[in-house]
Nanobody, 124 residues
Framework: QVQLVESGGGLVQAGGSLRLSCAAS????????MGWFRQGPGKERDIVAA????????YYTDSVKGRVTISRDNAKNTVYLQMNSLKPEDTAVYYC?????????????????WGQGTQVTVSS
């Protein structure tokens, strides 16, 4: 069993930065690939970024490439999402999720565990 707790969301002006964190319980964190997802108002939940077990492989959806960095610290059981140059369209609830399977690109799943989400609001 893995429990995920996100933090770091908030209200920021366009062009600003936020760093989201997702802390995982349990001693098997390095056995899971991790992903960040977001769900904007009236939209479906979509993948933002993914990272492999050791952090050697990453994926970013096109709309965040060059602005967002996913990283992980397996010693701290934590995955991060550094978001820069934020835009109003980045406004969403951001979720982290864990999967025992990761191939490449956005091919992460099944997503066995989810956090409760953290709200990111970007004002124009």
């Amino acid at each position: 069993q893995v429990q995920l707790v996100e933090s770091g969301g908030g209200l920021v002006q366009a062009g600003g930065s936020l760093r989201l964190s997702c802390a995982a319980s349990g001693r098997t964190f390095s056995s899971y690939a991790m992903g960040w997802f977001r769900q904007g108002p009236g939209k479906e939940r979509d993948i933002v970024a993914a990272i492999s077990y050791s952090g050697g492989r990453t994926y970013y959806t096109d709309s965040v490439k060059g602005r967002v960095t996913i990283s992980r610290d397996n010693a701290k059981n934590t995955v991060y999402l550094q978001m820069n140059s934020l835009k109003p369209e980045d406004t969403a609830v951001y979720y982290c999720a864990a999967s025992p399977n990761y191939n490449r690109g956005s091919n992460i799943g099944p997503l066995d565990y989810w956090g409760q989400g953290t709200q990111v609001t970007v004002s124009s």
